[in-house]
């Protein structure tokens, strides 16, 4: 059975809503480039967007977060595993609140960054890493930024940041194409080895698809 568009109580049909929209992808894959384009894309065609992160550094459980990222502080992995997730959770209210306002959210990681990184590491599995974010508001489009290795290399060195070693990418990068398998999520996949525009162009294509399509339905449950 297809969903139900949203109604309110007396069977009018309720404002549309905002469609939540991920970017995920290995590092510098162009995330956050193609994020801030679309936002300005969106907001120019007269279609109200915001443009939000994870992990969002800005918040208490964010703070404990970047100092890990930075090596200024050790966490254990599950911990930091449940951080990353309570982080996400905590800017829930925001979200759906923003979604029922109309607003489109266009985000930088989600989830999915979540249980690649983590199940990325020795003696965690998939569906343990899930579990915490099992709930969340389940994007209506999620693109992955596909760029392989060599390709990565030839954009610059790593940084200095925790996860930022070739072979670890690698890792995590398998751990995404197992996530992809997941038919109840609506995956699409960006070639990012175009240049800027060609990406956006897809990106764009996609994420005005994903708002018309959605409007009018509610917002899922994600992995539930
Ligand atoms: N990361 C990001 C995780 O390990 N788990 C998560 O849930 C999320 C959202 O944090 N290497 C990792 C991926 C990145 C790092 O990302 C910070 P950014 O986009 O460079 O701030
Ligand atoms: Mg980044």
Redesign the pocket.
């Known amino acids: 059975t297809s969903p139900r568009p949203r109604q309110s109580v007396d069977g009018v049909m309720a404002s549309k809503r905002g469609a939540l929209i991920v970017l995920e992808g290995v590092?510098r894959a162009g995330?956050?480039t193609q994020c801030k384009k679309l936002v300005q894309a969106l907001q120019q065609s007269g279609r109200p967007a915001e443009m939000m992160?994870?992990?969002d550094?800005s918040t208490t459980i964010g703070q404990l977060?970047s100092a890990y990222?930075e090596k200024k502080s050790d966490l254990e992995d599950h911990t930091?595993?449940l951080l990353?997730?309570a982080?996400?959770w905590e800017l829930v209210p925001v979200m759906k609140k923003k979604l029922e306002q109309g607003i489109t959210l266009v985000v930088?990681?989600?989830?999915f960054?979540?249980?690649?990184?983590?199940s990325a590491k020795p003696g965690f599995c998939l569906d343990w890493c899930k579990r915490p974010d099992v709930g969340l508001p389940k994007p209506d489009l999620v693109m992955f930024l596909q760029l392989n290795p060599a390709e990565a290399a030839l954009r610059g060195q790593f940084?200095n940041?925790?996860?930022?070693t070739s072979a670890f990418q690698k890792s995590?990068q398998e751990k995404f194409e197992q996530l992809m398998k997941d038919p109840s999520v609506n995956w699409k996949v960006i070639d990012a080895s175009q240049n800027v525009e060609g990406v956006h162009a897809d990106i764009r294509t996609h994420s005005l698809n994903a708002i018309n399509e959605t409007q009018n339905m509610p917002l899922g449950e994600l992995w539930k």
């Open positions: 590092d995330k956050t992160r994870f992990p550094r977060i990222l930091v595993h990353f997730s982080n996400r930088d990681r989600y989830a960054s979540g249980v690649a990184f983590t940084g940041e925790r996860y930022e995590v």
